[in-house]
């Protein structure tokens, strides 16, 4: 009995400590960003798609930003603490809707609690809906908005798709990925981040090159829209794909597209978009200069610039998850 009681009191102290600081899972998270989303669109009429694009663009771009906090769990959307509260108050965190409105503060109490609380979920995001509802309820409204806002074409680029995306699939958990080339058709690649190529002077080469046979189709790895396609002399019939993380997938040296697809169209995982080819290298329809693959490559956007990122890694992962 005596060895029991410690045990218990171990279960009990452990249990507790366990429930307080629980993570919530991924469902979770969509499930809760989802209710929020809507109930603000319950109050303020702002579609919930438009508040979800912002919410996950601000995400994406804190994600991999030294200059802002990382975000939290719920919402991605930020207002620096001297905007919510005024740059002449002296309490940087203030919740006092009066002081924050007597200094010259943006905060909001949004859920009728007596707080403006910059920390609350409501809170931001009713300050979030508030702004666009002084602008409209449509695309072009909000296109407006996003561009006084941000006050750069990407940033609006990137929104305006979030936003086609999630009112397209009318849902958040969209975080699905596939490897570009489907099962049964035979490819190979290494990893050749970073190696010189000898075409178009001394440029390092951004990507991996995925070997297959002409016509093997090319897949979309996520959810996203389709920014750019066309002709290119170095990397001849490409396709650009940027997804909700901000990230933005490039396909070269295509064969072809796929029938119809076209530049502003929602793409998901697994789509075929076009197929390997051995385009570029010269004036439009130049092939044939190199052996057939598909070159893949992946850049990160953080609301000021872009930079090309090694995609191998995620290849592997996708590769991985497609032989389960
Ligand atoms: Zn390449």
Redesign the pocket.
């Given at each position: 009995m005596k060895k029991v009681i410690p045990l218990v009191i171990f279960f009990i102290l452990f249990g507790v400590g366990k429930a307080s600081a629980k993570e919530l899972t991924q469902d979770e998270i969509f499930e809760k960003r989802m209710d929020l989303y809507k109930k603000t669109e319950a109050t303020t009429q702002v579609p919930w798609y438009y508040l979800a694009a912002i919410d996950q663009f601000e995400r994406s771009i804190r994600d991999v930003r030294k200059d802002l906090p990382d975000p939290p769990a719920i919402t991605g959307y930020y207002i620096p603490p001297e905007i919510w509260s005024g740059a002449l108050n002296s309490t940087l965190e203030d919740i006092n809707p009066m002081t924050i409105e007597l200094f010259g503060g943006i905060g909001v109490d949004g859920n009728g609690d007596g707080k403006a609380d910059r920390t609350n979920n409501e809170d931001l995001l009713f300050l979030l809906a508030q702004y666009l509802s002084k602008y409209g309820m449509d695309d072009q409204s909000f296109r407006l908005a996003l561009w006084d806002y941000y006050q750069r074409d990407q940033s609006v680029r990137s929104i305006m798709g979030n936003a086609k995306v999630y009112r397209t699939f009318k849902r958040i958990d969209l975080s699905e990925k596939a490897f570009p080339i489907p099962k049964g058709y035979n490819y190979s690649y290494k990893n050749?981040w970073g190696d010189r190529?000898g075409w178009g002077g001394r440029r390092i080469?951004e990507?991996?090159?995925i070997f297959a046979n002409y016509g093997t189709p090319v897949r979309a790895v996520a959810y996203g829209v389709v920014e750019l396609k066309g002709w290119n002399k170095y990397g001849g019939w490409r396709i650009g794909i940027r997804d909700l993380n901000n990230t933005y997938h490039y396909y070269?040296h295509l064969n072809g597209f796929a029938k119809g697809l076209k530049i502003g169209d929602v793409v998901e995982p697994g789509m075929i978009i076009g197929s390997v080819g051995s385009s570029g290298y010269g004036p439009p329809g130049t092939a044939g200069k190199f052996p057939p693959?598909l070159?893949f490559g992946m850049y990160k956007d953080n609301g000021l610039n872009e930079w090309s990122f090694d995609p191998y890694p995620h290849l592997r992962l996708w590769e991985r998850s497609q032989k389960k």
């Amino acid at each position: 009995m005596k060895k029991v009681i410690p045990l218990v009191i171990f279960f009990i102290l452990f249990g507790v400590g366990k429930a307080s600081a629980k993570e919530l899972t991924q469902d979770e998270i969509f499930e809760k960003r989802m209710d929020l989303y809507k109930k603000t669109e319950a109050t303020t009429q702002v579609p919930w798609y438009y508040l979800a694009a912002i919410d996950q663009f601000e995400r994406s771009i804190r994600d991999v930003r030294k200059d802002l906090p990382d975000p939290p769990a719920i919402t991605g959307y930020y207002i620096p603490p001297e905007i919510w509260s005024g740059a002449l108050n002296s309490t940087l965190e203030d919740i006092n809707p009066m002081t924050i409105e007597l200094f010259g503060g943006i905060g909001v109490d949004g859920n009728g609690d007596g707080k403006a609380d910059r920390t609350n979920n409501e809170d931001l995001l009713f300050l979030l809906a508030q702004y666009l509802s002084k602008y409209g309820m449509d695309d072009q409204s909000f296109r407006l908005a996003l561009w006084d806002y941000y006050q750069r074409d990407q940033s609006v680029r990137s929104i305006m798709g979030n936003a086609k995306v999630y009112r397209t699939f009318k849902r958040i958990d969209l975080s699905e990925k596939a490897f570009p080339i489907p099962k049964g058709y035979n490819y190979s690649y290494k990893n050749t981040w970073g190696d010189r190529r000898g075409w178009g002077g001394r440029r390092i080469h951004e990507g991996t090159d995925i070997f297959a046979n002409y016509g093997t189709p090319v897949r979309a790895v996520a959810y996203g829209v389709v920014e750019l396609k066309g002709w290119n002399k170095y990397g001849g019939w490409r396709i650009g794909i940027r997804d909700l993380n901000n990230t933005y997938h490039y396909y070269a040296h295509l064969n072809g597209f796929a029938k119809g697809l076209k530049i502003g169209d929602v793409v998901e995982p697994g789509m075929i978009i076009g197929s390997v080819g051995s385009s570029g290298y010269g004036p439009p329809g130049t092939a044939g200069k190199f052996p057939p693959h598909l070159h893949f490559g992946m850049y990160k956007d953080n609301g000021l610039n872009e930079w090309s990122f090694d995609p191998y890694p995620h290849l592997r992962l996708w590769e991985r998850s497609q032989k389960k």
